[in-house]
């Protein structure tokens, strides 16, 4: 059994250099700075025109940093100070989730989120609209941090570090994937849910090869499950663009010319696996089913085509037979967020930015919904199992 891991006095410096600032903090500060001055009335006086004030101005500040992450060029600005090797560039996908459940009752919903997909490695800015990686977010619309995603803690660690130590922990060897492609929702301001992050896993040949399925639930537990995947259904006419020449070629993301991409070489259209859900995720679903998995590698073209599913989620009855499926699918082609207009960056913002703070509504309203028509009745909570991360400790428990 592992040992506590002692702390660096340079993270612990690094990490106590940036405060966690939050509204509570501040109306806290305001309340109790108005309490030493002038007594409860003119305290109480001074909260509630601090709330107005922010509620207020905060449309106004929303659509400034709305215009600054659209029209503040957006070249990718690499912060690690090394050269990388990576696959894939850094993409905002607008994608359809569909879920479609057959047993024991039909249901059948959809909605839309975005998701960003970024080359696992890269540590960099693009702008003020994406941070990746990065030590400074606060000045960008999106982020993706390492902190949120695998095991919790090792903060100071980037998005290979904590994948190395992960596979390293499921006695895997991480040199077998040296390339690997991460999608997941972002985050936006202080909102940040991510139902599943997927972690494609390529091999020295740059073909898909492992897949890790990030489970997050809505008790802030989170399970994540590494299985391996293989090639089926070879149409090698949906796989033109991506086996291009063109597309096969090397290119650098930044002007340094630091960042190296590479193209994927697929095989296969899609890449089927098999998993076993040890997390309650559902309040509807038991723990411990099967769930089949397929495919398609999200850096190549043919998997932008709205009418093909990029994911296919199955969970099976104890009989081998599908229940319930979850699809994810292309609304439209990724955007490169370093060659596209301005004007195409702010439809985005508008249009896509709002579903990525509704993913926990949508989720307890879908549930409810069940609930209250008497379709279907919820489950209890089991216990967590082991391999699964507990949740955070609240601030009166830590």
């Not at 972690?199 to 399970?223: C, Q, T």
Request: hydrophobic share 40%.
């Amino acid at each position: 059994m592992k040992g506590p891991k002692s702390l660096n006095p340079l993270h612990l410096a690094r990490s106590s250099a940036r405060p966690s600032i939050s509204i509570e903090y501040l109306l806290l500060w305001i309340l109790s700075g108005s309490l030493r001055l002038g007594g409860v009335y003119l305290g109480l006086k001074w909260t509630v025109v601090a709330i107005a004030v922010a509620v207020l101005a905060s449309p106004n500040l929303l659509i400034g940093y709305l215009l600054l992450a659209s029209l503040y060029p957006r070249k990718l600005t690499s912060v690690a100070g090394t050269e990388v090797s990576v696959l894939g560039k850094p993409l905002l996908f607008p994608i359809t989730l569909t879920h479609n459940r057959r047993s024991p009752i039909w249901n059948r919903f959809s909605h839309s989120v975005l998701f960003v997909g970024v080359p696992v490695g890269i540590k960099c800015q693009i702008g003020k609209l994406l941070s990746i990686d990065a030590d400074e977010t606060i000045s960008s619309w999106f982020t993706v941090d390492s902190k949120r995603y695998l095991h919790r803690g090792d903060d100071h660690l980037g998005l290979r570090e904590k994948l190395d130590v992960f596979l390293r922990d499921q006695n895997e060897d991480p040199s077998q994937w040296p390339y690997a492609y991460l999608l997941s929702v972002p985050r936006f301001l202080w909102w940040e849910r991510s139902v599943v992050t997927w972690w494609f896993l390529y091999g020295d040949n740059k073909e898909l090869d492992a897949v890790i399925m990030e489970i997050n639930n809505s008790f802030d537990e989170k399970r994540n499950v590494l299985f391996k995947v293989h090639g089926t259904e070879a149409e090698t006419s949906a796989l033109e663009d991506s086996l291009d020449t063109d597309n096969l070629k090397t290119q650098y993301l930044d002007m340094r010319r630091t960042v190296e991409s590479v193209t994927s070489r697929p095989t296969a259209v899609y890449y089927k696996g098999i998993l076993v859900k040890h997390i309650y995720s559902s309040p509807f679903e038991k723990v411990g089913e099967h769930i089949a998995e397929r495919f398609m590698d999200p850096t190549i073209p043919a998997a932008w085509d709205k009418m093909r599913s990029m994911s296919n989620t199955t969970t099976m009855t104890a009989s081998g037979r599908p229940k319930m499926m979850a699809r994810m699918s292309c609304h439209s082609p990724p955007v490169d967020p370093t060659q596209t207009s301005w004007f195409t960056i702010i439809k985005l913002l508008m249009w896509w930015t709002l579903p990525v703070t509704l993913t926990t509504a949508r989720i307890l309203y879908q549930a409810l919904r069940i609930e209250f028509k008497g379709l279907m009745r919820m489950m209890d909570k089991p216990d967590i199992r082991s391999g699964s991360e507990s949740r955070r400790a609240t601030g009166g428990e830590s």
